[in-house]
């Protein structure tokens, strides 16, 4: 697999000496979608205007399959850089109707061409009929489509999609997610998705890259993210947590749940990191814990639980457990855990 | 590049901002003989008559344009959604042409005084109508439509929510106006009033018409009788002492009180439908002022322009009739496309600036249209001749080029009209989003292609709404082309004012008619744009 992207200790740091981005390594592999997550203000969409070439970096080398477009004494404009770019609010024409605003990029097209496109990719993004309309007359859901459909309309080699669900109500917003990472596996499009909203990278992505004040702090996928974090504040950003104090040797670990697996071999006192999932109840009027509050919401609950001089524990359960506040339970947990030394 | 820009920012300020400084120069240092001799002649009537006529019509706008506004807001009656925005229409009618139709009617050779006098006898009392309170009953007509469309939209913005909690806290709907809907509109009624009062500053025609001596009146008067631009000059930057502290006094206020309410998918104040006789009071009252206002005016100038046309033993120079046209669309059409020319260029240039000083420069370039027109007048007149005459001290040229020039007018019109085409040269600037140009870059385009297709269709239609306005402006304009035309350069305006001032009411209505009818385009410019878009 070749590299569509690769960033090399790029910094940029505007007026007032604040550094947005502190030295970033990034690769995204040809076809791959990549999600830059992270807290607002972090340098994820800087990074990304970065790629784009809307901003110039102080020092570091961005490559585009295989061509440098910005390193010491080589610059080269957004305009011949190929990469399509979806805003937030879509940034559509608005004195343009959708098919005007999609044919924009195509101007080295026949008509005949150009019009072919139109309807491929109006189709693609499931807009037939809609090419005359202004943006104006579409929805929010629709303008982003159309958005995205402009962005690809030069099949460019990489599309750049900038917190692209943020203005859209959260039902909508998982519809669009699948149907954006279905259009963009489709169209075979390296894609960079800056977000922060760890659901979204965690489900969209290939490869998640968590970012923090400026630096990566983690690259991988979802999975390796989600279960070997690199730090406590990895593990913090990615879900819900809960930390429980123990003693480590090897491959395990002693606390208040009994002898943990762990995921990697450590050894001292450490804190284990124990998703709510991962939490197993049993009804036991002999255990040392009592069920605190249910929240339910449907399609899962989550159960505080507490003990005499422990921490409390949220648990994630199914609904089919008839689980009341009051009940004493004991609490075993599901799978290998992380640790970090205390 | 940068450079560049702020060259342009700076020479563009400095060219349009000069005669202010020409006029605002005396105020530094006063010349006591010519004080002296105002005083002695009729400075302190000229003072209270001006700051009494702005008051009266500052509050008469007030009353009428804000109860016309609630009642078209708050209330369902029959033709309310027509009202709505005929309302607006008298603001097509300068206050010259009102002022003369009302004199021609009320005064004592009009219809209304012969017809009291055979009714009560030849001695019967009739209010004069030659008055200041005559001038503020025009200047209120013609002008409150500026309060009654801000404050139209300030109730418009408001939310339904806080009228409806202050009535679920028990308040009748009249007092929940009172004490709730009338304070948050505060900032745009001020703005309003302050619009009018610095109109009512401007006017010379309708208070000479009436026997008014207010402060342009006498700016005029003084230029004329004798000439004396010292004189003139002086007055004058009273005048500009005088808006520049309205202006300040308005913006200290509004500072103050910003209120902001959620905009967007709030919920609108449901207007309530009247029944029986108050539905029929409330079409009633909108159709009396804007019968007054416009309806009746228009009517009497047509009348008399049908009756003129029939009967020609009354001198005119209507054989020039197609000069004075000529003239007129061709003065409006280069000072509009000159305006919007450098509205362009500055708001271009300042849409990359952040800087305080640059902001500030573009807000000194565009102080002129809140300046009396006399002022304006007075100042580009003083920089003219100054300008003349070190040219001819220095030998360069041997007559006077700049005064009673075109050239001299047009750029009086510019440093007057340059706000109207910025302020909506900027709102459709503001339509081209970074976000835009960045899309558009990242899609291939370069910098001509971006202009040509993002740009350009973009602005096109702030730019023309800029163009008609200030065209229609021109075409209306008063005291800055009476004093800055050149020789025999006569607009309609022009000879509407020369022959109302001699009492020739039907010659008068000929031009007059022409110019309402121009002026009726921006009002209905104005009504498409709806409320987005407050005139100025």
Known sequence: MSLAITLSGVRKTYDGGVAAVDGVDLTATEGALVALLGPSGCGKTTTLRLVAGLERPDSGVITICGHTVADTTTWVPPEQRQVGLVFQDGALFPHLTVAENISFALTRTTRAGRTQRIAELLDLVGLNGLAARYPHQLSGGQQQRVALARALASRPAVVLLDEPFANLDAALRVELREEVARILRSAGTTAVLVTHDQQEALSMADQVALMVDGRIVQCGTPQQLYTHPSSRAVANLLGETNWIPGEASGMTASSCLGTLCLTAPVSGSVDVLVRPEQLILHPDEAAPWTVTQVRYFGHDQIVTVSADGLPSLRARLGTHEPIVAGLRVAVAVHGRVSAFAR | ?536
């Open chain 2, 1 to 536: 590049m940068i450079r560049i820009r702020h060259a342009l920012l700076a020479s563009l300020t400095v060219l349009v901002a000069a005669p202010l400084l020409f006029v605002a120069a005396p105020l530094l240092r006063p010349s006591t003989a010519i004080w002296q001799h105002l005083w002695e002649t009729r400075l302190l009537e000229m003072l209270i008559q001006t700051l009494t006529l702005a008051g009266t019509v500052g509050l008469g706008t007030l009353l009428l344009g804000t109860s016309l506004a609630w009642l078209v807001s708050a209330y369902r009656f029959p033709g309310r959604d027509w009202l709505t925005w005929m309302l607006v229409l008298p603001l097509a009618m300068p206050s010259y042409v009102l002022g003369f139709v009302f004199m021609a009617t009320f005064d004592i050779a009009g219809p209304v005084q012969s017809a009291w006098r055979n009714w009560f006898g030849f001695d019967a009392w009739f209010p004069e109508i030659r008055s200041p309170g005559g001038a503020a009953i025009v200047l209120t007509l013609v002008w409150y439509p500026y309060v009654y469309l801000l404050a139209r939209a300030a109730f418009a913005e408001q939310s339904a929510v806080t009228f409806d909690a202050a009535r679920a806290m028990g308040l009748r709907r009249s007092m929940a106006f009172v004490r709730l809907v009338l304070p948050l509109a505060r900032p745009s009624l001020a703005a309003g009033v302050t619009l009018v009062m610095l109109e009512t500053l401007t006017d010379f025609a309708t208070v000479r018409f009436f026997n008014v001596m207010t402060l342009s009146e006498g700016v005029f008067r003084i230029w004329e009788g004798m000439m004396d631009r010292a004189a003139a000059l002086e007055l004058a930057s009273l005048l500009l002492f005088i808006g520049l502290g309205l202006i300040l006094i308005e913006r200290g206020l509004r500072g103050q009180a910003r209120f902001t309410q959620l905009r967007g998918s709030v919920q609108r104040l449901t207007p309530v439908p009247l029944q029986g006789w108050r539905a029929l009071a409330a079409t009633g009252a909108c159709l009396l002022v804007l019968g007054v206002a416009f309806v009746l005016p228009s009517l009497q100038l047509i009348g008399w322009t049908l009756a003129k046309l029939r009967n020609t033993t009354i001198p005119t120079a209507e054989g020039v009739a197609g000069r004075y046209i000529v003239v007129t669309l061709g003065l409006a059409a280069s000072a509009a496309l000159l305006t919007a020319l450098v509205a362009l260029i500055l708001a271009v240039c300042s849409r990359f600036e952040d800087g305080r000083l640059w902001r500030g420069l573009v807000r000194v370039a565009t102080l002129g249209y809140a300046l009396p027109g006399a002022v304006i007048a007075v100042g580009t007149l003083s920089l003219l001749a100054a300008l003349d005459h070190t040219l001819l001290a220095g030998g360069v040229v041997g007559t006077m080029i700049f005064t009673g020039s075109l050239t001299g007018l047009l750029y009086a019109y510019l440093v007057r009209f340059l706000a109207i085409a910025y302020s909506s040269t900027e709102a459709s600037l503001d339509k081209v989003t970074p976000q835009l140009v960045e899309a558009a870059r990242c899609m291939g385009a370069g910098q001509a292609r971006i202009i040509r297709r993002i740009h350009t269709p973009l602005v096109r239609a702030g730019l023309l709404a800029g163009v008609i306005l200030v065209f229609v402006d021109v075409m209306k304009e008063l005291p800055v082309t009476l004093m800055l035309r050149p020789f025999g350069m006569d607009t309609l305006a022009i000879w509407t004012y020369m022959l109302a001032a001699e009492s020739f009411w039907q010659a008068a209505a000929i031009p007059a008619l022409f110019i309402v009818g121009a002026g009726v385009v921006p009002v209905i410019l104005l009504v498409r744009a709806g409320d987005r878009l407050v005139l100025r």
